[in-house]
T-cell receptor, first 112, second 115 residues
Framework: EDQVTQSPEALRLQEGESSSLNCSYTVSGLRGLFWYRQDPGKGPEFLFTLYSAGEEKEKERLKATLTKKESFLHITAPKPEDSATYLCAVQATDNYGQNFVFGPGTRLSVLP | DSGVTQTPKHLITATGQRVTLRCSPRSGDLSVYWYQQSLDQGLQFLIQYYNGEERAKGNILERFSAQQFPDLHSELNLSSLELGDSALYFC??????????????FGPGTRLTVL
């Protein structure tokens, strides 16, 4: 069964305090891994797609990396506006066809 | 604004009833996905349509069904509603719908409350 877990469940940072969020996955046929940001009561907002181990993508204060078992979202010098829930998701192909599995998310709070 | 629209924004109904949620994808996107998000389950993939045809099926109950019309908008039908169906329902769209990874763009969601 395809599974995605994320840690920590919640994270509180001071403004400017860098940290990393973890996404661990167990899938039979990984096609791609995605990171999304979700604000309360809104739909997830796309951040990155990673296709293969060793790949890295950057956007402003965020950097996503991928290994064969996990992905990290590094946040450098975060600002209060980075506060949100960060979701990791995989697109996988298994014996039952194509599947899209989201992790439970990491709730990030950045304090001024 | 992702370009994906969903109606209605809120829906309150009673157990045993049937409702229809509507989604219009971004201009040019051929694929539509439906998700359910509840507090205890997180975001759960329900079903995907690509250019009018069902492409992938997730944890969709038999009481739920969906379709994608020739103009590419999609509807999710929920019937014999139960209290546990109360959740946020999101629609997402992507350019393609094959095995190559496509980023999905999410709508604002429909909040369904079953009383």
């Amino acid at each position: 069964e395809d599974q995605v877990t994320q840690s920590p469940e919640a994270l509180r940072l001071q403004e400017g305090e860098s940290s990393s969020l973890n996404c661990s996955y167990t899938v039979s046929g990984l096609r791609g891994l995605f990171w999304y940001r979700q604000d309360p009561g809104k739909g997830p907002e796309f951040l990155f797609t990673l296709y293969s181990a060793g790949e890295e993508k950057e956007k402003e204060r965020l950097k996503a990396t991928l290994t064969k078992k996990e992905s990290f979202l590094h946040i450098t010098a975060p600002k209060p506006e980075d506060s949100a829930t960060y979701l990791c998701a995989v697109q996988a192909t298994d014996n039952y066809g194509q599947n899209f599995v989201f992790g439970p998310g990491t709730r990030l709070s950045v304090l001024p | 604004d992702s370009g994906v629209t969903q109606t209605p924004k809120h829906l309150i109904t009673a157990t045993g009833q049937r409702v229809t949620l509507r989604c219009s994808p971004r201009s040019g996107d051929l694929s539509v996905y439906w998700y359910q998000q509840s507090l205890d389950q997180g975001l759960q993939f329900l079903i995907q349509y690509y250019n009018g045809e069902e492409r992938a099926k997730g944890n969709i109950l038999e009481r739920f069904s969906a379709q994608q019309f020739p103009d590419l908008h999609s509807e999710l039908n929920l019937s014999s509603l139960e209290l546990g169906d109360s959740a946020l329902y999101f629609c997402a769209s992507s350019v393609e719908g094959g095995l190559y990874p496509n980023e999905q763009f999410f709508g604002p969601g429909t909040r369904l409350t079953v009383l």
